[in-house]
């Protein structure tokens, strides 16, 4: 039977009856016309995404069941973003797709056929994955007959403050700066503590009847309790006396030390079902159990599946407050992007400047980035931080939401005493760094660092054909490339 594997799954009843397929992409050539000359300059070339119409033939046992199976074929078809897509009598090329349009079947008793429209916004086809071991100097052989971009992945022998590698004597990739003998390497950001959620030693419950005063992040502390899940998390397992508003159990515990200028990464999930409200809050305090900052998830309107990141800053007054990020996800007030996975939300905060991140990582991978950045200057905003709270809350009598808090990372924030004698490491033994270069992202033990691209570098692709690639600080990493072959 001639079918096709989409996103890695195959249906036993889906048959592919036809498939309009074009040799290579349209081309546009752009032509730059000059009077009194012949022809013209060529401007560009534009090649315009691959569109595949495919006939299908569904097979079942009745109308009944075919209509079941069109629900799943829709469960299984329709995604918002492109996904591998193989078809059988051409096993060894990949093309990444999605659906584009609607679907009329022709609907028989066991049986219908419809058109699929296929969209390819990658016009080229991919040939199986390859990968080999850089050391200092390799050359690469893109079999293909296009340029194709690699991902490479570098595990650090020792404390490096640069990363490159150059393709010949143009291109190259970089982040950091080489080092300097005449400058000296500082942590830009020195890990303060980390905070697994694998044990409630050293957390303590708050008191019954503590207010977090913030009417957004904020609410009573109830007499429920907290729990740890499979080893990994921490999430309710009681909230407690039923009361109105806001409530739910806390739990907190003193950092090591007051920290003045931050770098925080919580790792969080509220799974919203449209069935439950409800928030999950790291609170961060002064000595005097006032809020500094609220960093979490929140989904705030029942029958609803969004679950919001809200990051916040507060006077410890309540008075004045200042929002860094208060983001729905990329669709709007009805995405579901933040809440079927864990997340992870990052805080920085330098002198009077506050910035927010976001980013779930799927298959090492990141998605589901967004960053926001804000000035302010009030001076309450800059508060040292000595403590942290954990705050699980739902909202009067309406049902809970399932909601777990996953890691805390709390670094110091050295960017500030940055000058032109000091430079920063960026890796030290035994961290990992993937660049991906078609996604045109990097990464850090799992953290986006695309911030750290050197100026002048780019990400560039193989050429068809040799490249010759050479790693630099010679013997510092231990280097891979992965890449598919790319074909016309």
């Not at 890695?8 to 889906?14: A, G, M």
């Not at 409630?200 to 019954?208: A, F, H, K, N, R």
């Not at 990992?432 to 750290?452: F, W």
């Amino acid at each position: 039977m001639n079918s096709l594997t989409f996103n890695s799954i195959r249906k036993e009843y889906v048959s592919v009856l036809e498939r309009g397929r074009p040799y290579w992409a349209n081309r546009q050539v752009n032509i730059l016309k000059v009077a009194g000359m012949a022809g013209g300059h060529v401007q560009n070339i534009e090649t315009e995404p691959i569109i595949m119409p495919v006939k299908l033939l569904i097979e079942g046992v009745s109308k009944e069941d075919l209509q079941a199976k069109s629900e799943e074929l829709a469960e299984w078809l329709i995604k918002d973003e492109v996904m591998p897509l193989v078809f059988d009598n051409q096993p060894n090329r990949t093309y990444f797709a999605m659906v584009d349009g609607g679907v009329d079947p022709q609907e028989f008793v066991s049986f219908s056929i419809l058109t699929i429209n296929f969209i390819c916004p990658d016009p080229y086809k991919y040939g199986p994955e390859k990968s080999l071991n850089l050391s200092d100097a390799a050359t690469v052989e893109n079999e293909g007959t296009a340029e194709t971009y690699p991902i490479m992945e570098a595990t650090a022998k020792e404390s490096v403050t640069s990363f490159m590698v150059a393709k010949g004597d143009e291109d190259f990739f970089m982040i950091g700066q080489p080092f300097d003998i005449d400058k000296q390497a500082i942590e830009q950001y020195p890990e303060v503590v980390f905070y697994p959620m694998e044990s409630l030693v050293g957390w303590s419950p708050m008191t019954e009847g503590f207010f977090f005063d913030d009417e957004v992040t904020g609410g009573y502390v109830s007499n429920g309790t907290v729990g740890v899940v499979g080893g990994t998390s921490f999430s309710p397992t009681s909230f407690g006396t039923q009361r109105s508003g806001w409530y739910g159990p806390a739990i907190r515990r003193s950092l090591p030390e007051e920290i003045g200028d931050f770098q925080i990464t919580f790792g969080t999930s509220l799974y919203s079902n449209g069935n439950g409200i409800g928030k999950v809050f790291a609170l961060f305090l002064d000595e005097n159990d006032k809020i500094v900052a609220s960093i979490g998830l929140i989904n705030t309107r029942m029958g609803t599946r969004n679950a919001r990141v809200l990051v916040r800053m507060n006077d410890g007054q309540n008075y004045r407050r200042t929002r860094v990020m208060d983001y729905p996800g990329d669709s709007g007030s009805e995405s579901t992007v933040f809440s079927s996975r864990p997340l992870n939300i990052q805080l920085k905060r330098e002198g009077n400047k506050y910035s927010a991140r976001t980013w779930q990582v799927r298959d090492g991978e990141a998605h589901a980035r967004h960053a926001e950045d804000i000035t302010s200057e009030v001076i309450e905003f800059q508060r040292p931080i000595r403590q942290v709270a954990l705050y699980f809350a739902k909202y009067g009598s309406n049902p809970s939401l399932n909601m777990q808090a996953i890691g805390l990372r709390v670094r110091k924030n050295n960017t500030l005493l940055l000058d032109d004698s000091l430079i920063p490491y960026i890796a030290h033994a035994g961290d990992k760094i993937l660049v991906d270069a078609k996604k045109e992202l990097v990464m850090i033990n799992d953290e986006p660092r695309t911030d750290m691209k050197a100026f002048g570098a780019n990400y560039f692709g193989l050429d068809p054909g040799e490249n010759h690639l050479f790693t630099f600080p010679e013997d510092a990493f231990d280097t891979s490339l992965r890449y598919r072959p790319a074909y016309k």
